[in-house]
């Protein structure tokens, strides 16, 4: 989580100056649902966004994303729809 927030402030805060608390919640909110969600690729899903990961697990099961049993690291089990 710490990294996600020290991406954000890199990626978005920054980056620029807000007038309002109005306008940084709305750059916060478009940062985590647009970009974050279902642009920006993680490297514990497989290279792929979250919204990817989703569709295709609903689509063809999650199975498609998990590794060899042997090969997974300690983290890989939260990856499971």
Do not use: W
Request: glycine letters at 4%; aromatic letters at 14%.
């Amino acid at each position: 989580m710490e990294l996600f927030f020290s991406r954000m402030k890199v990626e978005l805060i920054y980056r620029q100056k807000f007038n309002s608390l109005q306008v940084i919640k709305s750059c916060i909110f478009e940062y985590i649902e647009i970009f974050y969600y279902r642009v920006h690729p993680h490297s514990t899903l497989g290279k792929v966004s979250p919204y990817e990961y989703e569709a295709t697990c609903a689509q063809h099961g999650c199975s498609l994303f998990l590794k060899d049993k042997s090969k997974e690291s300690s983290h890989a089990g939260k990856n499971r729809c």
